[in-house]
């Protein structure tokens, strides 16, 4: 089992910044990809950024130069600075990890998602 925390959101002014956090925890061999997704109301859920284990990232070209994804592999925890923060970045925001458990048999990949953190960018 993995269980993943996502912590950082809140309300912000159009232009500001937020540091969002997720931390990794539970019977983890490794993790892998990491990642973070964002879902507007009424909107499907999208992929905002991705990092691999040795810290290769990808983003949605929305937020590309405004945001920036890192991770730390000795605390299991990925982080997601956004800056510049515009409306439309306004979601909840889910940390997503590719991990990989011991089963006491054999190793088993699985994707594991967070609760949500919300984040709201108005005037």
């Known amino acids: 089992q993995v269980q993943l925390v996502e912590s950082g959101g809140g309300l912000v002014q159009p232009g500001g910044s937020l540091r969002l956090s997720c931390a990794a925890s539970?019977?983890?061999?490794?993790?892998?990809?990491m990642g973070w997704y964002r879902q507007a109301p009424g909107k499907q859920r999208e992929l905002v950024a991705g990092i691999t284990s040795g810290g290769s990232t990808n983003y949605a070209g929305p937020v590309k130069g405004r945001f920036t994804t890192s991770r730390d592999n000795a605390k299991n925890t990925v982080y997601l600075q956004m800056n510049s923060l515009k409306p439309e970045d306004a979601a909840v925001y889910y940390c997503?990890?590719?991990?990989?458990?011991?089963?006491?048999?054999?190793?088993?990949?699985?994707?594991?998602w967070g609760q949500g953190t919300q984040v709201t960018v108005s005037s």
């Open positions: 997503n990890a590719d991990a990989t458990t011991w089963n006491g048999r054999y190793y088993v990949p699985d994707d594991y």
């Open positions: 539970g019977s983890i061999f490794s993790i892998n990809a």
